[in-house]
């Protein structure tokens, strides 16, 4: 679960999304290899802010199971390797390696294009950041530092919004 705070427990892991606006989302992609997958059941659980009202709400996915959205999976672990790419990325131009940090860019391009969803709208924005500003932030010296080294505090901005994990 990258990029988020979690505590692992006996029963499996606990994560904090401290506090989420009605009508906001929040996606996790946990990757698991199919051995150890049979099934995973996520639980919520949340308090109403008015009264203060405590709630759960759990779902319980099966390996095979038709309610998984696969391409919609795959567009948020695009997401992720993107955010993941961006933050190595910009490691490397800060130490003056732009052509490591271009190819690891275009690597992920690449990826992303010859990908079974690389038609989907959303995909394709994301996949023009990425060819684009993301490339182009660390294409030399004088980009990098002049609009570069912020790139890595804004999300893409692919909004999920529309696209539901679990249908």
Known sequence: ?????????????????GSINYGQSKDVVVQLSKADFNSVTVTLKYKLSKSGE???????????????????LLAQEFRLK?????????????????????DSIKALAKLI???????????????????????????????????GTHIAFLPPKVVWDSEPLFR
């Open 82 to 102: 993107a955010a993941e790419t961006i933050s190595s990325a910009m490691k490397d131009a800060a130490s003056g390696s732009y052509k490591k940090a271009m």
């Open 113 to 147: 294009g010859e990908s079974e969803i690389a038609k989907n709208a959303i995909i394709k924005d994301l996949l023009k950041d990425v060819e684009g500003q993301m490339v182009e932030a660390v294409s030399k010296d004088e980009y990098y530092n002049k609009w």
């Open 54 to 72: 405590e709630k759960t709400k759990s779902i319980t996915v099966e390996q095979n199971s038709a309610t998984i959205d696969k391409k919609a």
């Open 1 to 17: 679960m990258v990029g988020h705070n979690y505590q692992q427990t006996s029963w499996g892991a606990q994560l904090n999304f």
